[in-house]
Nanobody
Framework: QVQLVESGGGLVQAGGSLRLSCAASGRIFSTYDMGWFRQPPGKEREFVALISISGGSTPYAASVKGRFTISRDGAKNSVYLQMNSLKPEDTAVYYC????????????WGRGTQVTVSS
């Protein structure tokens, strides 16, 4: 089992910034991927960004590319999402997800953290 705990959400004005954190604990093997997803009000959950704990490419959703940056701290089994130039359409519950390297689906999810961007 892997547990994920997100933090850092909140209310911010458009144009502002927030930094989300996600800490993983439990049965963690040496290589894995962690991603950020979000679910806007009344919509389906969508991909935001992904990072491998061992490095490599970091794909982003087109809607956040250039504004959001995902990063990692392997020693802490943590990932972060720096969100700049926030827009009201970024309002959503943000979820952290975990998958072991080589797996296509995410086996573990956090409970989510609310991000609200006011206009």
């Amino acid at each position: 089992q892997v547990q994920l705990v997100e933090s850092g959400g909140g209310l911010v004005q458009a144009g502002g910034s927030l930094r989300l954190s996600c800490a993983a604990s439990g049965r963690i093997f040496s290589t894995y991927d962690m991603g950020w997803f979000r679910q806007p009000p009344g919509k389906e959950r969508e991909f935001v960004a992904l990072i491998s704990i061992s490095g490599g490419s970091t794909p982003y959703a087109a809607s956040v590319k250039g504004r959001f940056t995902i990063s990692r701290d392997g020693a802490k089994n943590s990932v972060y999402l720096q969100m700049n130039s926030l827009k009201p359409e970024d309002t959503a519950v943000y979820y952290c997800a975990f998958r072991e390297t080589g797996h296509t689906s995410y086996g573990y999810w956090g409970r989510g953290t609310q991000v609200t961007v006011s206009s």
